[in-house]
C-alpha cells in the first residue's frame, strides 16, 4: 500500500514537471515552484509521514531525480547548447 501511496504522489509531481516547457521557466520558475508547494502543502500530512524520521529517503531521491531530468538538463540543454 505504501508503494502505491508513493506511486501516487511521484505521478502527482511528474504531471507538475511536465505542465511547464523548459522556455517557460527559463528566467523565472515561480509558477513550476507555487504548483510544487501547493502539492506538496495538499499533502503536508502524507508528506511528513513519507520523509519524516521514520520515512524513506527513496522517495526524495525518486522526486529530486525527476526534477534533476525534467528541469536542470533541459535547462542547461537550453542555456549552454547554442
Request: with cysteine.
Amino acid at each position: 500500500m505504501l508503494d502505491s501511496i508513493e506511486a501516487e504522489l511521484i505521478e502527482q509531481f511528474k504531471q507538475i514537471f511536465g505542465k511547464y516547457d523548459t522556455d517557460d521557466t527559463k528566467d523565472f520558475p515561480y509558477p513550476l515552484f507555487f504548483d510544487i508547494f501547493r502539492l506538496i502543502d495538499e499533502n503536508s500530512e502524507l508528506c511528513k509521514a513519507l520523509v519524516g524520521p521514520n520515512g524513506d529517503i527513496s522517495l526524495i531521491i525518486k522526486i529530486r531525480e525527476i526534477f534533476r531530468h525534467q528541469c536542470i538538463e533541459a535547462w542547461i540543454w537550453l542555456h549552454w547548447s547554442y
